[in-house]
Each structure stands twice: as structure tokens, then as C-alpha cells.
């Protein structure tokens, strides 16, 4: 990674108010609601492996129109690296990154339904396993995942599933439940994440 990267990530962070601190070497500091915080710095990526959650602001939900979610604020940045100039009103844009044994504002959530639900998770199978638990449990449906071999069993609702890990994807397990999506999923250059295109141009 170049330092280059870094002065790239910090006026993004910038120019989409987004909360962060600079440490004393120069890495950016993102702090979750548990204390915990991700640092990004030259040569290294940390992120909290615990519960919490990263939110770009408090806000009344009737003033955003899309929410993002991902498993980093850092994917976040990497995503609007790409996209930002397709976004013309970043007040209307609510970010949002989970750890991997996460909680989140739930509450929030409830307040409005009709959000557009973007994801930026990668395709490794605990990204999609993520996205997929986020999805349900932002729709009140519970689910649980368990891995053995070369299988995954989901039980949702009372009802068993058992799919192939090289075969599970969000929409394929959406189209399993028959459940329309009602999310957009993107989906970075590389197959695997923004970050990764993002430190290796």
C-alpha cells in the first residue's frame, strides 16, 4: 500500500463527514460503538473482532434514502473511492459497518422499512453468511447457520436448508426461501472486495 492510499482514504473520510480520528503515526481511527475501535494505517488493516458497530451518522431515517452495510467502515471507503460520483446528495446516504459477532441499531431500523438496502460484503462464505443473516434479521426473521464439511444447514422459520458452501450466494439463498430480493448487493471489480481493489491499483 502506498502512503498515497492514505491521504486518498482521509479526504473521503472528509468529504463525507464521516467520524474518524488520525493517530499520532497517521493511521485513521474508526470508533465502534463498543469502544472498540479499526485502524487503518500504512501497511496494516485492524479490525474489531468482537460485537459493535460503526454508524457514518445519527440521523432520522426519513432524511436518508440508502443505507450501506459492510463488514469494515475502510470497505466503505474503498466503495465511494469507486462510486462516489454517482451519489449526488451524500446527505441522503447512511453507512454502516458490523463486526463480525455483531449488534446494531436495531431500533434505528425500525423506524423505517423502505430504505434502499445496499451491501458491500465480499464473497468469502462468511461475508455472504453475514449478508445473509443482516438481510433476515433486517426483515425480523430469525436464522441459524451451521457448518459442517463441505455444507451449510440454515434453519429459517421452522424450515431446514442444506446448501453446498461453494454454491450458497445472498440471492441464490433468497430465491431458496422464496423471498424476493429487496436488497442491491455490489459487487467490486475483483470478486472479492473494494478494499482489495482499492489498495492494489
Known sequence: MSFSAMITAKKICESFEMPFKAGNSGQLIFGYNTGQCEHFGVGFHLVPTMAGFWISKWVDLNLIKEIFVCNSVMEVVAFLHFNAHRYNRHDELLFLAIAPMYNYPVGLFCQKHNLRLNL??????????????????????????????????????????????????????????????????????????????????
Open 120 to 201: 458491500l460484503f465480499g464473497t468469502e462464505l462468511i461475508d455472504v453468511l453475514r449478508a445473509i443473516k443482516f438481510c433476515l434479521d433486517f426483515k425480523g426473521i430469525g436464522v441459524c447457520f451451521y457448518h459442517d464439511g463441505e455444507m451449510v444447514t440454515a434453519i429459517v422459520a421452522g424450515r431446514i436448508f442444506s446448501i453446498h458452501q461453494k454454491g450458497i450466494s445472498l440471492r441464490k439463498f433468497f430465491t431458496l426461501l422464496g423471498i424476493r430480493p429487496f436488497f442491491r448487493q455490489h459487487v467490486p471489480k475483483s470478486k472479492i472486495s473494494f478494499l482489495h481493489d482499492f489498495l492494489n491499483q
